[in-house]
């Protein structure tokens, strides 16, 4: 008799362990080009002009399927790695330095809404100017 109230003890917890410790990413966590997991701060949105929107987990990624889309998307954001807010990449700067963020794909480039910002990292992790890498048409 003892055993089974101690097994209507741990049932909640149980519970608790499979319904939050199970939990499955969902589609809008994954990289639409290689699947991996997205680090809200490193990720990269298209929308395309039908409206559809494209989610990469870094700024590799996106360049990488980029130049298939291109005549398909409307508008690319960025996130700013200081204030952690998307921006425009048409108005982003960006700086190719020796830090890391994206492992499975090395990407180094890293993305700024004000040039001072990326000055600063440029300096002090011995980086290097690039261009906009999503530059559509109409820009």
Same mark, same amino acid.
């Not at 987990?57 to 990624?61: E, N, P, R, W």
């Given at each position: 008799m003892k055993?089974?109230?101690?097994w209507i003890f741990f049932l909640p917890i149980i519970f608790i362990i499979l319904?939050?410790?199970?939990? !499955?990413?969902?589609?809008?966590d994954?990289?639409?080009?290689d699947g991996i997991q997205i680090q809200p701060l490193y990720a990269v949105h298209f929308i395309l002009l039908d409206g559809t929107p494209k989610k990469f987990?870094?700024?590799?990624?996106a360049s990488m399927i980029f130049s298939e889309l291109k005549k398909k998307v409307k508008e690319v954001m960025?996130?700013?790695e200081v204030s952690e !807010?998307?921006?425009?990449?048409?108005q982003a700067f960006f700086v190719e330095s020796e830090v890391m963020t994206t492992l499975h794909v090395k990407n180094q480039i890293h993305?700024?809404?004000?040039?001072?910002d990326a000055e600063r990292h440029l300096k002090r992790f011995n980086g290097k100017w690039i261009e906009n890498p999503f530059r559509l048409s109409a820009e």
């Open positions: 055993r089974k109230k101690e319904a939050f410790g199970c939990k !499955k990413n969902t589609p809008e994954r990289c639409d080009y987990c870094s700024i590799v990624c960025v996130v700013d !807010k998307k921006i425009r990449a048409s993305v700024f809404s004000n040039r001072e």
